[in-house]
């Protein structure tokens, strides 16, 4: 999930996963944590680059993982 924030340059972005993804991992690259099924961090950039670069890094993680 992307979200647009109030501030430029700044989007915020979900994952939820299941049990065979790690959703920290993708979460730490930006600085951003939570739980292995439920995590989030802040990309900055605008949403055109948010859903290109974390659509594309999500993509390549989960054939990763799913191997």
């Known amino acids: ?6 501030e430029p340059d700044k ?6 996963t299941d049990a065979s993804i790690d959703g920290i991992v993708l979460a730490s690259k930006y600085k951003g944590g939570g739980h292995p099924r439920a995590s989030g961090a802040t990309f900055r950039g605008t ?10 890094e999500t993509v390549a993680f989960v ?3 799913t191997k």
């Open 1 to 6: 999930l992307l979200k647009e924030t109030d």
């Open 63 to 65: 054939k990763e993982c």
């Open 11 to 16: 989007v915020k972005v979900s994952w939820r």
């Open 47 to 56: 949403i055109e680059e948010a859903e290109q670069v974390i659509v594309d």
